[in-house]
Structures are given as C-alpha cells and as structure tokens.
Nanobody
Framework: VQLQASGGGLVQTGGSLRLSCEFT????????MDWYRQAPGKQRELVASITSGRNTNYADFVKGRFTISRDITKNIVYLQMNSLKSEDTAIYYC?????????WGQGTLVTVSS
C-alpha cells in the first residue's frame, strides 16, 4: 500500500483547506484511515480517524472544525479543515490501522497565517 497526501498550502486564520489522501494497493487488512499532524518541534499527533464503516473520531482540538470522510470508489480519504487557527500549522500525514504503513510518506504542509 502506498499513501499520498496532498492539498496543503498557505491559508489565513479562519480559512479552509481540504486535504486528500490517496492510497494505492490492496485494501485488505485496512480497517481505519487516520490523519495525523506534526508541528515543528512537537510529536506527531492523531487528528481524525474513519473506519471502514464510516465511523469517525476526532481529537478534541479539531472537533467541530475538521471533518474526515472517505470515497471508497476512489480510494481517497479527505480531511476538510475549517476555521483554521495558527496552531493548526503542521505537516499532515495519513496512515492506516491496524497495519501502519512504513515509512511514513512526506505528508502535506499546512501553514496558517494570522
């Protein structure tokens, strides 16, 4: 399985972006798709998850602002990010569970400016 995250960019505070994670290869064993982020000097943290049954879960710091969704026909998982804050600035990565794909991809950089 290969993962390619895209859609990042520079946006002003309060703005929106939609990230995409396209995965290629077999979906066998993939139950959950996750979005993570890593800000400069910080640990990577889980942002949002979606199961094969489309159940979703969000970190408290993005609840009400971010929405994760998936298009199984296109093998893409999206992260719609609204009301962006400067603290959302980070590299965003996608990955799978229970089998985490290694190495992690390059991710996509989101920069929120005030």
């Amino acid at each position: 399985v290969q993962l390619q995250a895209s859609g990042g960019g520079l946006v002003q505070t309060g703005g929106s972006l939609r990230l995409s994670c396209e995965f290629t290869g077999s979906r066998f064993g993939i139950n959950i798709m996750d979005w993570y982020r890593q800000a400069p000097g910080k640990q990577r943290e889980l942002v949002a998850s979606i199961t094969s049954g489309r159940n979703t879960n969000y970190a408290d710091f993005v609840k009400g602002r971010f929405t994760i969704s998936r298009d199984i026909t296109k093998n893409i998982v999206y992260l719609q990010m609204n009301s962006l804050k400067s603290e959302d600035t980070a590299i965003y990565y996608c990955n799978t569970r229970p089998n985490v794909i290694l190495p992690w991809g390059q991710g996509t950089l989101v920069t929120v400016s005030s």
